[in-house]
């Protein structure tokens, strides 16, 4: 990442206009520094010269009046822009990533900490970062000049010193970027193992084995603590070295001063103005280098956002059919995983209008990654698929921690009326557990509809499928987890669907074959209907 990356505007537009905010802002503050020096060296002179103090006097304290109402307003701007840029952030890579294939989806560790600590991460970069760069990209140029006028030798040093610190800042830069991706890594891969442990925890603890999953934990945890602790180091370090040099450097001015002023080279208030004015052209650029540490984790997530949401959009081949049409069409579907070296789907033709289609096959041949084709969750590798918004009941089914009501409104209307809620509860079987849940509808569910069964998830999920008002429904064994009488109503609830829209269904059950208007039976790597 670069000091200051332009394509950040492009990516990140919130942040467009607090920056021309805080640049205006840098710019006054910069002339009311300069004029803070010349003020308070008219104090002391006056104070020595026993001369007229109120003129001075008032400019000071009007000129640091004005320097704090422009540092407040410079904080509140940032502030602000830092929330608005890294919720905006967030939205955007939500939004983004629901609108691109799966495939071109990160993993979700990947996601889970780029949308949470990433954006988060930026916020420091836009409120604290940047308006620091604009600061020294203002103050010192105006410093370094205004010096050259008063006193060109002062000047000169500045000149020759300051570009030792950028220089110093990048070194010591570089090497804090190897030493923040390398964190950024370890995050990730403790998010992921986390992940996979928190979803595999009753199968880990029911072998046993829960306790070297704890060890492991225990490890990558360590892992990601070494690699923040030495970012710290090197961003105290190098605070630490950007501190002395400016230090030497202002020094070095104020001692040729001091000697011309002793020699009688350089009259009082001459000098005073060089040496308050020569601190103000170090220290903006000294507090970019501090700022750029505590903002390295942004500049990081910043990349890895700007390359997600710029990544080019899928060369999707799934076009859209009339959103009424209830009809889906795939000609030639061919599909290869990501990685996989054989299409798992090799040019597949199919044509499913009003009615019930079956997708039959064996375990792995490649039903569910068929729907989620038809549904343009995944891109066609060759051929296409055409079709209106879909609705997918995936083997899986989304349940959000939340109300029954969230959870059947979720994706329709959420002012559906209770009476048709209740309706298509009924309808699937689940209205008696509902009511004997301790507020019906508006009973929680925990995450991942913990609190139901699984086989009354399935039937929730196909009572929102009923809810909704997609003309195509696409259902991965939607009775994999029911009793018998469950799935004769499900058998009913899907056969009474197809009479008004598009089914298609992935199943085991020949009860539901027996009652298909349209069976597809798919073979491994080839495909025969
Ligand atoms: N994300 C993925 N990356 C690579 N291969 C995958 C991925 N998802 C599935 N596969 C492979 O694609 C093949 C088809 O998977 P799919 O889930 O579509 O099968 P299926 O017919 O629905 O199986 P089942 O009846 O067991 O649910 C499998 O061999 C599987 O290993």
Not at 19 to 36: D, H, S
């Amino acid at each position: 990442m670069r000091p200051f990356d332009p394509k950040v505007l492009r990516t990140l537009p919130e942040a467009r206009r607090p920056l021309a905010t805080l640049a205006a802002v840098g710019v006054a503050q910069g002339v009311a520094t300069v004029a803070t020096a010349f003020a308070l060296s008219g104090v002391v002179v006056a104070v020595v010269r026993g001369a007229d103090l109120v003129t001075p006097a008032t400019w000071l304290a009007a000129l640091f009046l004005a320097r704090g109402l422009l540092a407040l307003t410079a904080e509140r701007v940032a502030a602000s822009a830092g929330v608005a840029v890294s919720s905006g952030a967030r939205g955007r890579l939500l939004r983004r990533w629901l609108a691109v294939p799966a495939d071109l989806r990160p993993d979700p560790a990947r996601a889970l900490v780029l949308a949470d600590q990433g954006a988060a991460s930026v916020e420091p970069y836009v409120a604290r970062y940047l308006p620091a760069l604009v600061t020294a990209a203002v103050v010192p140029p105006l410093a370094v000049v205004v010096l050259a006028v008063v006193d060109w030798r002062s000047a000169l040093v500045v000149v020759l010193t300051l570009p030792l610190l950028p220089l110093f800042a990048a070194l010591i830069g570089a090497t804090t970027r190897d030493a923040t991706a390398r964190r950024w890594q370890a995050l990730s891969a403790l998010s992921g193992h986390f992940l996979d442990v928190v979803r595999g925890l009753p199968t880990l603890v029911a072998y046993g084995r829960a306790q070297r999953q704890t060890e492991v934990v225990g490890e990558v945890s360590q892992r990601h603590r070494r690699a923040t602790m030495a970012t710290l180091r090197l961003a105290f370090l190098s605070s630490a070295a950007l501190e002395l040099l400016a230090t030497i450097c202002v020094a070095i001015v104020a001692v040729t001063v001091g000697l011309r002023l002793s020699h009688g080279g350089l009259d009082l208030g001459t000098a005073l103005v060089a040496i308050l004015l020569a601190p103000e052209a170090y220290w903006p650029v000294r507090r970019v280098g501090a700022e750029f540490h505590s903002a390295a984790d942004g500049a990081e997530a910043l990349a890895l956002l700007t390359a997600q949401l710029d990544s080019p959009e899928a060369p999707t081949a799934t076009g859209a059919a009339e959103p009424t049409l209830a009809r889906v069409v795939a000609e030639g579907l061919t599909y290869t995983h990501p990685g996989a070296t054989h299409p798992v789907i090799d040019g597949l033709d199919l044509t499913a209008g009003v009615g019930l289609t079956v997708v039959t096959g064996p375990s792995g041949v490649g039903k569910s990654t068929l729907l989620e084709l038809l549904a343009g969750l995944r891109a066609p590798s060759h051929g296409c698929v055409v079709a209106p918004r879909t609705h997918l009941v995936t083997q899986r089914p989304f349940l959000t921690p939340g109300s029954v009501r969230a959870n059947l409104t979720l994706g329709t209307d959420p002012q559906t009326s209770t009476e048709a809620l209740w309706a298509a509860l009924r309808r699937v079987g689940l209205d008696g557990p509902v009511a004997a849940l301790p507020s019906g509808l508006d009973s929680t569910l925990g995450d991942d509809g913990r609190g139901l069964s699984a086989g009354q998830r399935a039937r929730l999920v196909l009572a929102r499928a009923l809810l909704g008002d997609a003309t195509v429904v696409l259902l991965d064994e939607p009775t994999a987890h029911l009793d018998p009488a469950s799935v004769a109503t499900v058998h009913e609830v899907v056969t009474e669907l197809a009479e008004r829209r598009c089914v298609v269904v992935v199943t085991h059950r020949s009860e539901l074959v027996a009652l298909a208007d349209q069976h597809l039976h798919l073979r491994p790597a080839a495909v025969a209907a």
